[in-house]
């Protein structure tokens, strides 16, 4: 069973409307989550880290952890064209060693 | 801090030849991660060090790969000998300690033929 879920799209979303992306993660005792973002032939790149139950904003980016659903969103306002992407889902374990990812969720934002 | 820094970006090689990438963390990182890519699989953890010590290569798909550490800003990742199912991107990435986040090399693109 994979240890981190999401669902892998795509999801299209139309330009300037919110754009709402989720992961479940299986580990109870994971304590930090992360959102990165993947362009094609592109690495990793983080775009948020969320440690707390409850909202974290940082521009454009809103982070959402619910720990007693075991359930990590990241919805993105005033979507763009440059945000189309695959959006990966990460969390690090109980033992606050590794870090394992989801499968991705290809977004993409029609004009 | 130029970054997580892989090397070769992209490698050919034939069905039997040993391969070898490699990966120079962030300067003051004490995690190093390395992971492989594949549409089918996604990105999955191969194995990780926590200073230069690994604790689990569980992700290690077979004993032809093996993976080093030898001092704090060095790290390779060896298979031996390579198949073409071990085409792939593979990433290293770093964190500055446990429970925070990694930052991510551009990649090594394998191709075994």
């Known amino acids: 069973q994979k ?5 892998s799209g795509p999801l299209s979303v139309p330009e300037g409307a919110i754009a709402s992306l989720n992961c479940t993660y299986s580990d109870r005792g994971s304590q930090s989550f992360f959102w990165y973002r993947q362009y094609s032939g592109k690495s990793p790149e983080l775009i948020m880290s969320i440690y707390s139950n409850g ?11 619910n720990k007693a659903s075991q359930y990590v969103s ?12 695959t959006y990966l889902c990460a969390a690090c374990d109980s033992s606050a060693s590794k870090i394992i990812f989801g499968s991705g969720t290809r977004l993409s934002i029609r004009p | 801090d130029a970054g997580v820094i892989q090397s070769p970006r992209h490698e050919v090689t034939e069905m039997g030849q040993e391969v ?10 004490n995690s190093l991660f390395w992971y492989r890519q594949t549409m089918m699989r996604g990105l999955e953890l191969l194995i990780y ?11 290690m798909p077979e004993d032809r790969f093996s993976a080093k550490m ?3 800003s060095f790290s390779t990742l060896k298979i031996q000998p390579s198949e073409p199912r071990d085409s792939a991107v593979y990433f290293c990435a770093s964190s500055p300690q446990g429970n925070t986040e990694a930052f991510f090399g551009q990649g090594t693109r394998l191709t075994v033929v």
């Open chain 1, 55 to 65: 909202d974290k904003e940082d521009g454009r980016f809103t982070a959402q952890l």
């Open chain 2, 70 to 72: 030898p001092n704090a």
């Open chain 2, 49 to 59: 060090f926590n200073n230069n010590v690994p604790i689990d290569d569980s992700g």
């Open chain 1, 74 to 85: 990241l919805l993105i306002r005033d979507s763009q064209p440059s945000d189309s992407a």
């Open chain 1, 3 to 7: 240890e981190v879920e999401q669902n």
């Open chain 2, 20 to 29: 070898t990438l490699r990966c120079k963390p962030i300067s003051g990182h």
